[in-house]
T-cell receptor
């Protein structure tokens, strides 16, 4: 069955530090992968997506993600975190419907 | 930039009452979805809708739920007789094709008392 795993429930980083949020998926075919961000009480905003081609994809707000088929991973990265990045981050795979991971809550300390 | 809109933003209802959550998808999109997020939990798929019929539904989407596209712009989710456990944030999404990027509305927070 298709699934998405985000092993880190909660991550805390200092402002200016680098960030990597992990995502592993289970899907038999070529995956369509997404990262969404959700600020408290808000909806889901698309950060970036991977459909095919270059395995390193760039998104909004300085985020990037790398698709690694051999590891079934799609980790999200940012070189320097800003306080405004504090939010919940969801990885998802599209199988005509979106299957979401459980999310990673990012806390940023000044 | 076109966006998905949802009304109301917050709905409070008594257990056993019917609620209708409304969504206006992006105008040239053909695929419509409802998702649910119980507080503190992950986002779960409820139902997808294309060409005026349900394409797929999850086990959550039982006989108490229904969806409709009553006109050319609105997409609604009806819960016939609400239960306490229906309290959640409900998100509408739309996409031009499938599989494709799904754009989400801001959500409707449903509170069942």
């Amino acid at each position: 069955a298709q699934s998405v795993t985000q092993p880190d429930i909660h991550i805390t980083v200092s402002e200016g530090a680098s960030l990597e949020l992990r995502c592993n998926y289970s899907y038999g075919a070529t995956p369509y992968l997404f990262w969404y961000v959700q600020s408290p009480g808000q909806g889901l905003q698309l950060l970036l997506k991977y459909f095919s081609g270059d395995t390193l994809v760039q998104g909004i707000k300085g985020f990037e993600a790398e698709f690694k088929r051999s590891q079934s991973s799609f980790n999200l990265r940012k070189p320097s975190v800003h306080w405004s990045d504090a939010a919940e981050y969801f990885c998802a795979v599209n199988t005509d419907k979106l299957i979401f991971g459980t999310g990673t809550r990012l806390q940023v300390f000044p | 930039e076109p966006e998905v809109t949802q009304t109301p933003s917050h709905q409070v209802t008594q257990m056993g009452q019917e609620v209708i959550l409304r969504c206006v998808p992006i105008s040239n999109h053909l695929y419509f979805y409802w998702y649910r997020q119980i507080l503190g939990q992950k986002v779960e798929f409820l139902v997808s809708f294309y060409n005026n019929e349900i394409s797929e539904k999850s086990e959550i989407f039982d006989d108490q739920f229904s969806v409709e596209r009553p006109d050319g712009s609105n997409f609604t989710l009806k819960i016939r007789s609400t239960k306490l456990e229906d309290s959640a944030m409900y998100f509408c999404a739309s996409s031009a094709t499938t599989p494709d990027t799904q754009y989400f509305g801001p959500g409707t927070r449903l509170t069942v008392l």
